[in-house]
């Protein structure tokens, strides 16, 4: 499954209105491998279950 969100990342990453889009929101475009968007997602991950379990953010 992550090969395949990688490969739309990707895909989608070459296109100039999402670089556009996310260069105009303060994002560094990178691509990369699937190890590296695991890499990066269990990252992401971890640090909202960390902000969740201590009360900093709520869902609802």
Avoid: C
């Avoid at 990342?9 to 999402?18: C, K, P, Q």
């Avoid at 105009?24 to 699937?34: C, E, I, Q, S």
């Amino acid at each position: 499954m992550i090969n395949i969100l990688n490969a739309t990342v990707n895909h989608a990453l070459l296109t100039e209105r999402v670089r556009n889009t996310l260069v105009d929101n303060a994002y560094f475009v990178t691509g990369g491998p699937p190890e590296a968007l695991w890499s990066a997602s269990r990252q992401q991950i971890l640090q909202f279950d960390q902000m969740a379990r201590a009360g900093t953010i709520k869902f609802e």
